[in-house]
């Protein structure tokens, strides 16, 4: 999975055009995984959202964009291995178009050896 962070005001000096570019961009990206067959699903996150901490009964419910780096999308992706996947992300658009962004790429966990409990697909 590449979780992909951003400061949530990244964009706010660019222009329209440079935007559409953006957009342009990740579409041809995304586009590109699918063509390669290692996409499953990619998806921008709208940056609006509540944040929730606590536990039952006392709980604490605060609006995301009072955080200065957000989650602002993800792509669930196929690679051989973790190397293999972090040279998809290094590919990423936001990489190119900005200068804050940053990608976690963390496997999928699909089992629980434990249990032997099998995660939906």
């Known amino acids: 999975?590449?979780?992909?962070?951003?400061?949530?005001?990244?964009?706010?000096?660019?222009?329209?055009?440079h935007h559409h570019q953006f957009l342009k961009s990740c579409e041809g990206y995304i586009n590109q995984l699918k063509l390669?067959?290692?996409?499953?699903?990619a998806q921008p996150l709208v940056r609006?959202?509540?944040?929730i901490t606590g536990s039952k009964g006392n709980w604490t419910v605060m609006p995301i964009n009072?955080?200065?780096e957000i989650q602002v999308g993800y792509y669930h992706i196929?690679?051989?291995?973790l190397d293999e996947a972090v040279e998809i992300?290094?590919?990423?658009?936001?990489f190119e178009?900005?200068?804050?962004?940053?990608?976690?790429?963390?496997?999928?966990?699909?089992?629980?050896?434990?249990?032997?409990y099998t995660y939906p697909k």
């Open 1 to 17: 999975m590449l979780l992909i962070y951003n400061q949530i005001d990244h964009q706010k000096s660019w222009s329209p055009e």
């Open 36 to 41: 390669d067959g290692k996409l499953k699903i």
């Open 48 to 51: 609006e959202g509540r944040s």
């Open 66 to 68: 009072e955080k200065k």
């Open 78 to 81: 196929l690679a051989r291995d």
């Open 89 to 94: 992300a290094k590919n990423n658009p936001e």
């Open 97 to 116: 178009y900005g200068t804050t962004a940053r990608i976690e790429v963390r496997p999928v966990k699909t089992k629980e050896e434990t249990t032997g």
